[in-house]
């Protein structure tokens, strides 16, 4: 149940240049051989990267000590119901983000139902805050080690509190301007109260952001 009102809330939410990457990502899901740790490591990097953003709602497990378990907590006792999204279903321009330009599974080690995966990213910006006050800014970091921790249940690996969303600079690059052109959000919305915040506004300087800094990043990549 919680699978299909997932499905319908993420049709529903994505962008138009989202929607066929959710599709596509489904489908690769059904051949992913979830008994292997390097496969699902290897599966999961490479696909964020690629901008795909509901992987976490099946291949992850959040403790309640972690984010967004406390996150859970929290909304929980606030409005007395849960938020059923929240750090599983991501958006490229509303949660956390890292961007980077390539990435370098280093090592998948397995001990009994547990494992760590270590993957290095070249990082070229991230972002400060989430939702509405989210704002991005350079942060180059060559050759930068993360850590992913697993577990298996039932024969299938998964990732536990996975850290923040690690995807391509050239993938927002593109899609940044294929969703403004598509919600004809391509100029700003001005208002006389400058507390005011526009969802157009926002996307459009993170778009202005990553092409001011291409140059570096192309410089970076050599």
């Known amino acids: 149940m919680l699978k299909i009102f997932l499905t319908v809330l993420i049709a529903t939410l994505t962008s138009h240049a989202q929607a066929g990457l959710y599709q596509d990502c489904e489908k690769a899901m059904v051949s992913l051989d979830r008994s292997s740790a390097d496969k699902v ?3 999961m990097v490479e696909n964020e990267y690629k901008g795909c953003f509901s992987l976490r709602n099946d291949l992850a497990i959040f403790t309640p000590d972690g984010e967004v378990g406390r996150r859970d907590k929290e909304i929980l006792e606030q409005v007395g119901e849960n938020d059923y999204t929240y750090g599983r279903v991501l958006d490229y321009d509303y949660s956390k983000i890292v961007i980077v330009t390539q ?3 280093l090592e998948v080690l ?3 139902d547990t494992a760590i995966a270590k993957v290095e990213f070249n990082q070229v910006a991230a972002s400060s805050g989430e939702s509405w006050d989210r704002v991005l800014h350079k942060e180059f970091h060559s050759h930068d080690p993360v850590k992913y921790n ?3 249940q039932n024969r ?3 990732f536990v509190d996975p850290p923040v969303w690690r995807i391509s600079y050239d993938y927002l690059l593109d899609v940044y301007p294929k969703d403004l052109q598509h919600l004809r959000w391509t100029k700003r919305t001005y208002d006389p109260d400058p507390t005011k915040k526009f969802r157009n506004n926002i996307m459009l300087d993170d778009l202005d952001f990553l092409r001011s800094i291409e140059k570096t990043v192309r410089e970076h990549q050599k």
Do not use: S
């Open 103 to 105: 990435y370098k599974v």
């Open 110 to 112: 397995e001990h009994g």
């Open 41 to 43: 490591v290897e599966f």
């Open 150 to 152: 697993l577990v298996r």
């Open 156 to 158: 299938q690996w998964y």
